[in-house]
Structure formats: structure tokens, C-alpha cells
């Protein structure tokens, strides 16, 4: 079945830039959703359509897209972003979707 | 407001079935479709499966087809996920969640059930 790949980790100083890429073969025709999940808590959307930010996120969340790959871009890192990230896609028929295999970001 | 609640957490034998449930409020229920998340202990997120509530069209990750069923009843705003025969494997949080009109995304998450499977 489909795949959505990953870095298992990503360490990034406060203020600094953290990049989580999400490599996927269907990626140029399916569109990408980020979440980030909290330590028991349930996940919440911070991109939509591969770079749209819905209301209430933060600025420093974007997204890019880039062949079969996309790129979740935190810019300022805080304390407050550690946290782990997915991405979420379809496959190539949009049949059903699936979730990447995930990035726990540290904040140094 | 937009809320899902789901059924408390269970603790069941492998050989068991169960049927953890998933109530909306908020909204009008048999017009989205509503999706069920598996997140086994300290792993990742898997998508099992969506369920249009109106109609019960439903759509499953193949890796989960087969091994469970979702439902729905639209005349009490529900959605339902089961297993006819548990396994160790299947000890989980599982989370439903809506998914956005026309898009691919969850907009609304219930608050996880943790389903515990142990001899």
C-alpha cells in the first residue's frame, strides 16, 4: 500500500528554522495536510492543501511543495512546537490516504 | 460547536469483539464524512477508514480491510468502529475524527479511546 516518508526526528535551537519533509510518490497530484500532536492529546491540522494555514495557527507554520516531496517549514522555532508532525495524503487514485511514518521535533 | 465524544476506554481478551463508538454534535452529522485513526503505543498515526454517514459508503486503508468495520446511524449522530475477534496487536488509542467538506483533511477530532487487549 501507499507510503509517506518521513525523518523520525528533526533538533532545532529556539529561533532557528526547522524543516520536516514528506516524500510520497502520488505527492505532484494529491494535495498535503500537516498536523502536529502534543504528548496525549489529540492531533491538530496546522496545513492544509499543501500550504494553507488555517485560522489560529501561527505564521511561523508553512508549507511547500515541491515534486514528490513537501515540506512543512517552522520558522522561530518556540519551546511550545516541540511536538510530533505528520503529514497526510492519498494515493494516487485517491482511494483512501495515509499518514506519514512522522517527525518528533526537539527544541534544544 | 463542533464536538465528538467517544465511548470510554476498554479492556478486553484477544479472541473478544467489541464496538467503540463516536458521537457528533455541533453539526449535521450524515453530511460529512466521518474517519476512524489507530495510534498503537508510542507509534505513529495510521488512517483505517471513512464512513459517509448518510448513505454508509465506506472507504478502508487496505490494511485494515477485513480486519474491522466501520459504521454508522445517522439517527443518532454515531459512528461506529468493531472487531469481531480481537488480537494483542489491536491495543491502541483510536480516534475518530470529521473530515473537512471536499478535502482530504480532519478538521474535528474526538478525544481518543484507548482499547487495551491482554490475557
Known amino acids: 500500500s501507499y507510503e509517506l516518508t518521513q525523518p523520525p526526528s528533526v533538533s532545532v535551537s529556539p529561533g532557528q528554522t526547522a524543516r520536516i519533509t514528506c516524500s510520497g510518490d502520488?505527492?505532484?497530484?494529491?494535495?498535503a495536510y500537516w498536523y502536529q500532536q502534543k504528548p496525549g492529546q489529540a492531533p491538530v491540522l496546522v496545513i492544509y492543501?499543501?500550504?494553507e494555514r488555517p485560522s489560529g495557527i501561527p505564521e511561523r507554520f508553512s508549507g511547500s511543495s515541491s515534486g514528490t516531496t513537501v515540506t512543512l517549514t517552522i520558522s522561530g522555532v518556540q519551546a511550545e512546537d516541540e511536538a510530533d508532525y505528520y503529514c497526510q495524503s492519498a494515493d494516487s487514485s485517491a482511494t483512501y490516504y495515509v499518514f506519514g511514518t512522522g517527525t518528533k521535533v526537539t527544541v534544544l | 460547536e463542533v464536538q465528538l465524544v467517544q465511548s470510554g476506554p476498554e479492556v478486553k481478551k484477544p479472541g473478544e469483539s467489541l464496538k467503540i463508538s463516536c458521537k457528533g454534535s455541533g453539526y449535521r452529522f450524515s453530511i460529512y464524512w466521518i474517519g476512524w485513526v489507530r495510534q498503537m503505543p508510542g507509534k505513529g498515526l495510521e488512517w483505517m477508514g471513512i464512513i459517509y454517514p448518510a448513505d454508509s459508503d465506506t472507504r478502508y486503508s487496505p490494511s485494515f480491510q477485513g480486519q474491522v468495520t466501520i459504521s454508522a446511524d445517522k439517527s443518532i449522530s454515531t459512528a461506529y468502529l468493531q472487531w469481531s475477534s480481537l488480537k494483542a496487536s489491536d491495543t491502541a488509542m483510536y480516534y475518530c475524527?470529521?473530515?473537512?467538506?471536499?478535502?482530504?483533511?480532519?478538521?474535528?477530532w474526538g478525544q481518543g479511546t484507548l482499547a487495551t487487549v491482554s490475557s
Open positions: 502520488a505527492l505532484p497530484n494529491q494535495r
Open positions: 492543501k499543501d500550504r
Open positions: 475524527a470529521r473530515l473537512a467538506t471536499n478535502v482530504g483533511y480532519f478538521d474535528y
